[in-house]
């Protein structure tokens, strides 16, 4: 949900668990377009904060959207 960028399902901070497991299965072996795709997204969501007078944490913004991508790129068992 823009632009507060929360999941429409569960209202966390979007892209949530569950979220980041969609991504991950719809960019199967497409690691490198996902890693644009969040980056992408990173950016729309800084934008949309910057709109509406807010100051984004960098660092944590970072983390959320593209912190969690090692672990995804790992095999899966
Ligand atoms: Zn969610």
Request: positive net charge; hydrophobic residues 45%.
């Given at each position: 949900?823009?632009?507060?960028?929360?999941?429409?399902?569960?209202?966390?901070?979007?892209?949530?668990?569950?979220?980041?497991?969609?991504?991950?299965?719809?960019?199967?072996?497409?690691?490198?377009?996902?890693?644009?795709?969040?980056?992408?997204?990173?950016?729309?969501?800084?934008?949309d904060?910057?709109?509406?007078?807010?100051?984004?944490?960098?660092?944590?913004?970072?983390?959320?959207?593209?912190?969690?991508?090692?672990?995804?790129?790992?095999?899966q068992?």
């Amino acid at each position: 949900m823009r632009p507060a960028w929360r999941c429409r399902n569960c209202a966390a901070p979007w892209p949530c668990g569950p979220a980041q497991l969609v991504l991950v299965t719809e960019f199967y072996g497409h690691s490198i377009a996902l890693a644009f795709y969040l980056a992408a997204s990173m950016q729309e969501a800084l934008d949309d904060a910057y709109r509406l007078g807010l100051c984004p944490d960098l660092p944590a913004m970072h983390g959320r959207f593209l912190g969690w991508l090692s672990l995804a790129r790992r095999p899966q068992r």
